[in-house]
């Protein structure tokens, strides 16, 4: 966790909490804004202390996140299409037992924003992502970029590489069917 913590500060995350707040409420969140092509965005880490694993408690915690990063105002809505907002969701718990489901289904994007859950059990070193041969896309990338995080990959990985492709491949769509468009109007 520390590790975590420092390599964040590193990478120019910034937090609100103090470690009073920490220990009191068993929550920090650490942001850093993003500039992607043509939206801003921002990376956010939430550190949420629970007590045990479970689906309920993971399905409630993503639900939470959810409602909270979604875009709301109508510019927002509209960029919604970059999933400019990527928010990891690390749930820390003392429990020594190992968690062994896949979390591939709680991956939420939703208006927005990318939530993936990340159990991390520090009393038995297991931390615990999405399975990457089961993902692809743009969700790939952001777990690789927490794995580098962690240590456990070398080079740094550009994370919102793809989604910025992806919206050039999709402005293009778009001007190609308007020229459709606009030519079998004349065309008549």
């Known amino acids: 966790m520390l590790r975590l913590v420092n390599v964040l500060a590193a990478e120019g995350f910034t937090t609100d909490t103090d470690d009073q707040e920490w220990q ?3 929550e920090r969140i650490y942001r850093r804004e993003e500039k992607i092509s043509l939206a801003r965005g921002e990376t956010i880490f939430i550190l949420t202390e629970v007590p045990d694993i479970n689906e309920k408690i993971i399905r409630q915690a993503v639900d939470g996140v959810s409602n909270t990063y979604r875009a709301k105002s109508p510019s927002q809505k509209a960029l919604s299409v970059l999933q400019s907002t990527t928010v990891y969701l690390c749930l820390i718990s003392r429990s020594e037992t190992p968690y062994g489901e896949t979390l591939n289904d709680y991956i939420t994007r ?3 924003a990318t939530i993936i859950p990340i159990i991390i059990l520090p009393e038995i070193n297991q931390v615990l992502y999405p399975n990457l041969e089961e993902k692809v896309g ?6 690789e970029y927490f794995q580098y995080l962690l240590g ?3 080079t740094t990985v550009n994370m919102h590489r793809q989604t910025v492709q992806a919206f050039y491949v ?7 069917l308007i020229v459709a ?6 065309a008549h």
Request: charged share 20%.
């Open 24 to 26: 009191t409420y068993g």
């Open 110 to 112: 939703q208006g927005g």
């Open 181 to 186: 468009v606009g030519f079998s109007l004349f």
């Open 170 to 176: 999709s402005a293009a769509l778009l001007l190609l």
């Open 138 to 143: 743009s969700i790939r990338p952001r777990v």
């Open 152 to 154: 456990e990959r070398r």
